[in-house]
């Protein structure tokens, strides 16, 4: 939560100067769902209001997710309370309150019911598009759930024929471009480990 007061104080990749000796914000971290609750957080100007109104939010779009998925009302019913009741998302979500993940699952299931759906039928330009918004979302929202909807959507690849593998091919190319402003930064850190620390560092005592 302090990083989406930090979101409207400072914005996107600014410097914090005052906490952790300074750091870059979301250099490192999505900032999928921090975008999602901005606009609330700006009208509501309280960070908690601000989470409640975000979190019940995303309850019904897990719940519109959810009916998508199973047509039949119980089976929507009972998949979304197994699905988001579970003691680890209500451990996960509703006590420690990692909103992101719980945001980015969301954003795949709906990338679930996609999946499903064009694996009999052929992708249209609806559905192109429909896939090249979730996926970048996902993308910039959580990488534990990127990493489960890439996967469905090879698996959708593969059942493919040529003149549709391009087109996959092409809104997962242009999905990366597009969330280019994000992971170019994390690249960066990951290949250039400025966060990294010799343990020698901490044995001469020179962080103290």
Known sequence: L??????ANYGFHATVPHWY?????????PPGWYFFSLPIYMITDNIRITALISLVIILILGFIASSLIFKKS???????????????MIDY?????RFP????????LFIFYLVFKYKNIRIETKGFFLF??????????????SFPA??????LFLTKPKKEKFMILLFVLLSIILTSFYWQGLAKVLIDKPYAV???????????
């Open 2 to 7: 302090s990083e989406l007061h930090l979101l």
């Open 101 to 108: 993940e719980l945001f980015g699952w969301v954003i795949y």
């Open 150 to 155: 890439l996967l469905l959507i090879f698996s």
């Open 132 to 145: 090249t918004i979730l996926l970048s979302l996902i993308i910039i929202t959580h990488q534990y759930a």
């Open 21 to 29: 000796n300074g750091f870059t914000l979301f250099q490192v971290y």
């Open 74 to 88: 119980p089976n929507k019913i009972i998949f979304f309370v197994f699905f988001f009741m579970n003691p680890i």
């Open 198 to 208: 010799e343990p020698t560092q901490y044995q001469k005592g020179e962080l103290l």
């Open 93 to 97: 979500i509703f006590f420690i309150g």
